[in-house]
């Protein structure tokens, strides 16, 4: 996949777009189940890892949390700045575009062989950027041609029912409509973690993980 820049965004009403929030507020509020809380917990060692690095998603059957959380954003961004491409780790919906900025005084050349994000090498001088589609849900791993050591990973995913754990390990999921799901715990040196869960309207769930 070659390297582009991304389209132009599409420029909506501001009244269109607050009616059609309004609209699905009213629409998804009542049938939502409590929230869902939990924490990670990581093997001991004398490096633990930072559990703020992990991303907590959910998966389900059919095409409900597509219709429900179609997209957190259409873009998002790396930068490789002071010998590092930051942030390390990042997360994004299939179909958004990735933003790969050089704030250095020289030039970078990322590129990707995974499967999510496959791209080939590009320069990108300073103050400049190029974009590629994240196209495929998995685990796009991006490095620099010119600089050993400088990546980051970026997380794709179907949908937009996910979050991030802060550093004791703890998190909350986005409100989820009743039903069957499977829990994820995905970190980037840790590995991932699933755990099969049913919501309903009785009552809050608390759960947790272990690496």
């Not at 685990?139 to 004791?168: F, K, M």
Request: hydrophobic fraction near 40%; charged fraction near 20%; proline fraction near 9%.
């Amino acid at each position: 996949m070659d390297m582009d820049r991304p389209p132009a965004r599409p420029r909506l009403r501001a009244r269109s777009v607050w009616l059609m929030a309004l609209g699905l507020l009213a629409t998804s509020c009542a049938a939502m189940a409590p929230p869902v809380t939990g924490y990670l917990v990581s093997r001991g060692g004398s490096r633990p890892e930072r559990l703020d690095q992990a991303v907590v998603y959910v998966e389900s059957e059919g095409l409900v949390l597509d219709r429900r959380f179609p997209a957190r954003a259409d873009r998002t961004s790396l930068t490789f700045v002071g010998g590092a491409l930051e942030p390390a780790v990042l997360v994004a919906k299939a179909g958004t575009w990735l933003e790969i900025w050089n704030s250095d005084s020289v030039f970078h050349q990322p590129f990707s062989r995974s499967r999510a994000a496959p791209f080939p090498g590009r320069s990108v001088g300073p103050r400049a950027a190029a974009a590629v589609q994240l196209r495929s849900k998995g685990v796009a791993q991006i490095y620099c041609q010119l600089h050993e050591g400088e990546s980051a990973e970026v997380l794709v995913l179907p949908n937009g029912a996910w979050t991030r754990p802060d550093s004791s390990g703890a998190f909350t999921l986005p409100p989820l409509p009743p039903g069957h799901y499977v829990l994820h715990a995905w970190h980037p040196r840790l590995g991932e973690r699933t755990l099969p869960v049913e919501l309903d309207r009785s009552g809050s769930k608390s759960l947790k993980l272990r690496f």
